[in-house]
């Protein structure tokens, strides 16, 4: 069974994010989000928050499932049985960080793959900051975030 995992801190989860699951669902047996319970950066939403926009958010794939890690990722991935990390590539921009990630991953732990997808032509401008700023700014954020998560954003940013 090929097993892959989606780490990230989805602080929110965006369509693009979304539309990266989605063709990781085609690839792999099954996929599991793992959502960093504390990131570099402070996150705006708590980890149970932002799991939960993802729950929603992803009630349509089969194979998909949301979990939470805090520590090395290489060292959940072995815990999860799990042999690729899969990332979204939006513009060049993200190629730097994704590059020096992967191959620091790849260092750790050598029988564990990076998988980079390419997210829609459509998401390649889009963030999990702007999304939040736009929201707290009372701009339109349909169409950038799953139904779900538009919610959960005008009830908390727009106050
Ligand atoms: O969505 P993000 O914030 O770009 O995700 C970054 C994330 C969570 C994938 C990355 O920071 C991470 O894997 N952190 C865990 C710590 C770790 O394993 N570090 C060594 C490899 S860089």
Redesign the pocket.
């Known amino acids: 069974m090929k097993i892959a995992v989606y780490?990230?801190?989805?602080?929110p989860v965006t369509n693009g994010h979304l539309d990266v699951i989605e063709r990781a669902a085609r690839l792999f047996d099954r996929v599991i989000i793992?959502v960093?319970k504390n990131?570099?950066?402070t996150p705006r939403f708590s980890f149970q928050e932002r799991m939960a926009m993802l729950k929603d958010s992803v009630i349509h794939c089969d194979n998909v499932e949301i979990g939470n890690?805090d520590?090395?990722?290489?060292?959940y991935l072995r815990k999860k049985k799990a042999r690729s990390i899969v990332?979204g590539l939006r513009a060049v921009s993200d190629f730097d960080?994704e590059f020096?990630?992967a191959l620091?991953?790849r260092r750790?732990a050598p029988e564990i793959e990076t998988v980079f997808l390419m997210t829609d032509y459509r998401y390649s401008y889009l963030s999990?900051s702007f999304v939040k700023q736009i929201a707290r700014l009372g701009g339109d954020i349909s169409g950038l975030v799953p139904k779900a998560v538009a919610k959960h954003l005008k009830k908390n940013l727009t106050r």
Do not use: W
């Not at 780490?7 to 602080?11: A, E, L, R, V, Y």
């Not at 520590?71 to 060292?75: A, Q």
């Open positions: 780490p990230g801190s989805f602080d793992a960093i990131p570099e950066k890690f520590g090395l990722l290489v060292e990332r960080y020096q990630m620091t991953n750790l999990s």
